[in-house]
């Protein structure tokens, strides 16, 4: 007999079906046994009877713990007193494998295990649907973005990940043991998206994972994320990849309130309001607004997680959007392979974008005139002859072009309300985590 899948039972109403999956709950009275199935698209109550259920099958219920992997033949009935408005008659049932006891961590909704616990043993927790629903999510925003690069002309590329080129700072390099040598964990693929801008293809993108050995201790922040990057060729300035995220986030958050409406309200998720475009300041204006709410910067100063916080509020008043983008950071902030602005060569055309107070995406117009490229890579104290493989790019036509990157596991935590990033990566990494 074919497996019928819980969310299809409806269809099945007083014909016998086969139901496989894993025991969510287990209620044992003398003459009635109550059992919650679960399988991935669902729970659903099953119930045995001393008078119509097979003898074995029944008395075997009483040895069986939670969390079994169970198959059950049965008929799913109309109960409109239970919270599924059916159930499924248990005619027989057979214990596929049996799970020890007691369990490790409490996966039920009710669980108060903290998150350190539940990842120890993440493919119990994830057993709970609505930790589930985050992943399914998950799996959608990517897909979503997937689909939106490709109907834009992007070829998705997949680079090293070993290497011996980094360009965002030393410090944050893992360094490995390659026979002898020293190599690094990528910690983005600036330089290979950029290599095949100039390779031809324009367009391209890569969602793939990245290290940074940094010591956070933040619930933002982990050592290996899955960063999405992409970078496109023959622009103007830093406003068209700005166009392109704003199209691609609106295309995002409209998709998935589609595509994901179930796992959505399973968790609750408060739907996000989109404006018909998402607003630009300046880093002078943002800072002139905080300044205003007692907060003051520096002209050639970044902001601090507080500031962004604030200005998203203030932007949220002002604007009734809760994305914001910040645009022309101070060069001294940034790396020297972005393009500096040409009416203000203290900033460069750059722009972060945040929702809700975090930033989740980061990017600019690149430089890609050689010898301005060579002369700010010696203002920021680094050798362009050291960097042979990156310069060679500038040297055989490379166009204008500009791109930028954002954390898979940041942009679900944060379009999720979830406090911790933890909650939106199956295994994360930090530094105090190389397990499981
Ligand atoms: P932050 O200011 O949050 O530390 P960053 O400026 O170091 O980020 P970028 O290098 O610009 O970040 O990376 C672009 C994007 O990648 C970020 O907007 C974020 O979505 C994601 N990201 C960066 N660092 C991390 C990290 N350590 N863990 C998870 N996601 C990250």
Redesign the pocket.
């Known amino acids: 007999m074919k497996r019928t899948l819980i969310k299809d039972l409806k269809e099945h109403l007083n014909k016998e079906v086969l139901l496989q999956g894993w025991i969510e709950e287990l209620r044992n009275l003398s003459k009635i046994k109550f059992l919650i199935l679960r399988d991935r698209t669902g729970n659903m109550q099953t119930i045995a009877l001393k008078a119509e259920t097979d003898a074995d099958s029944f008395s075997l219920i009483d040895s069986l713990t939670k969390e079994s992997v169970v198959e059950i033949m049965g008929t799913p009935k109309e109960n409109k007193t239970s919270h599924w408005g059916i159930e499924v008659l248990i005619k027989k049932l057979v214990v596929i494998s049996k799970s020890a006891t007691p369990l490790p961590v409490d996966n039920t909704d009710k669980s108060q295990t903290h998150i350190e616990k539940r990842i120890d043993h993440r493919f119990l927790d994830t057993r709970n649907l609505k930790v589930q629903a985050i992943f399914k999510i998950r799996s959608k925003i990517a897909r979503i973005i997937t689909c939106f690069f490709d109907e834009n002309g992007f070829t998705n590329i997949n680079t090293p990940k070993l290497t011996t080129i980094g360009v965002?700072s030393g410090a944050e390099l893992f360094i490995v043991d390659y026979f002898g040598k020293p190599a690094y964990l990528a910690q983005?693929p600036q330089i290979y998206k950029q290599m095949f801008v100039a390779g031809g293809f324009e367009r391209v993108y890569e969602i793939a994972p990245?290290f940074?050995a940094?010591k956070?201790h933040t619930v933002?922040?982990?050592?290996e994320?899955t960063?999405v990057d992409f970078e496109m060729g023959f622009i103007n300035d830093h406003h068209e990849v700005m166009d392109l995220i704003e199209s691609m986030f609106f295309d995002l958050v409209r998709n998935l309130e589609k595509e994901a409406a179930v796992e959505l309200e399973l968790l609750g998720v408060v739907k996000h309001t989109l404006p018909s475009k998402i607003p630009r300041l300046t880093m002078e204006e943002a800072k002139k607004l905080l300044l205003a709410k007692g907060k003051k910067y520096a002209a050639d100063e970044d902001l601090d997680p507080e500031g962004e916080k604030l200005i998203s509020e203030i932007v949220k008043e002002r604007y009734k959007s809760e994305f914001v983008f910040i645009t022309l950071f101070p060069w001294a902030v940034k790396p020297f392979y972005q393009m500096k602005d040409e009416k203000n060569k203290k900033v460069t055309k750059s722009f972060?974008?945040l929702l809700n107070g975090?930033?989740?995406?980061?990017g600019s117009q690149r430089e890609h005139r050689l010898e301005v490229w060579r002369q700010q890579a010696k203002e920021k104290s680094l050798d362009p002859e050291a960097m042979k493989e990156y310069m060679e790019l500038f040297q055989y036509g490379m166009p204008p072009h500009g791109g930028?990157?954002?954390?898979l596991?940041?942009?679900t935590q944060r379009l999720l309300g979830l406090d911790n990033?933890r909650e939106a990566v199956l295994l994360p990494r930090d530094p105090e985590r190389l397990r499981p």
């Open positions: 965002e983005s990245v940074r940094e956070s933002r922040h982990l050592t994320f960063g972060d974008l975090v930033e989740i995406c980061s930028a990157g954002f954390g596991d940041r942009i990033i």
